[in-house]
Nanobody, 123 residues
Framework: QVQLVESGGDLVQAGGSLRLSCTAS????????MDWYRQAPGKQRELVAT???????NYADSVKGRFTISRDNAKNTVYLQMNSLKPEDTAVYYC?????????????????WGQGTQVTVSS
């Protein structure tokens, strides 16, 4: 069974920094794209940053220049370094990973979600 476990959420003052981590565990063949999403109270979940298995990245306009997504393939872990945090960054942050599992001798890709980690930025 595959699991994604996030950590690193906290309460921080505006202008501060946090680093989120998300590690995949269980039995799987490989991990393709890994992403970070966030959901603020009363709002839809939104995509924050993506990273391919070769390291290509993409960011939402609202976080460009402040957030950095990275991954350590040897540790099956994706990170989100968040700098210059603003109160509007307050949300539950979720990681998502497209993970390949071999079933019946064939590779199949599934999307998995972490449980979420709370980030609160005070003004």
């Amino acid at each position: 069974q595959v699991q994604l476990v996030e950590s690193g959420g906290d309460l921080v003052q505006a202008g501060g920094s946090l680093r989120l981590s998300c590690t995949a565990s269980g039995s799987f063949f490989s991990i393709n794209g890994m992403d970070w999403y966030r959901q603020a109270p009363g709002k839809q979940r939104e995509l924050v940053a993506t990273i391919t298995n070769s390291g290509r990245t993409n960011y939402a306009d609202s976080v460009k220049g402040r957030f950095t997504i990275s991954r350590d393939n040897a540790k099956n872990t994706v990170y989100l370094q968040m700098n210059s945090l603003k109160p509007e960054d307050t949300a539950v942050y979720y990681c998502n990973a497209n993970i390949v599992i071999v079933q019946g001798g064939r590779p199949k890709e599934y999307s998995y979600w972490g449980q979420g980690t709370q980030v609160t930025v005070s003004s």
